[in-house]
């Protein structure tokens, strides 16, 4: 790869791009106000796992809570910052002048929504495990799965797809 030679372009935000960054913070806040309550009003053993039903299949501690928070916040920020360099990025094409800044701005797009997806998931999980540990709920549910591979990969695959469809309309 010939990162050295990419245009280093600032990717400006559109309006769908800005409220997909605060529906990101909002989840991310949302993760957490959940893994709080939760911590201080489940017992001390809580389902930690869900098998590819979205049934209980193993219990431990409720400190295990924190887990999905913490990975959420680290994600969040390590997308937020990668999104700043698509420059760095791999692409099915070759990076251009001319093509630059519109293949910069889907890959930018995608990880925004990758990272609003992932922070919907995690909060997902977290809030069944707590509605599941009150017996308000009897696990993550069946469709949790196809929504979970719906959600990260429909955004990978429009985003490719139109970073080929571009190449293949130039020739």
Known sequence: MDFENRPKLIIPLSNLDKKVELLSKLFLGILWAITLVAFFNLPDIIPTHFNAKGEVDDYGSKLT????????????????????????FNYPTTITSQNAEQQYTFATKMLRYVKLAILLIFSVITLFTFLTSKGIANGLGWWFLPLCFCLLYLPIAVAIYFSVRKKAMKK
């Open 65 to 88: 809570l924190f887990i999905l928070p913490v990975i959420a916040t680290l994600l969040y920020l390590i997308l937020t910052l990668i999104n700043k360099y698509p420059h760095l």
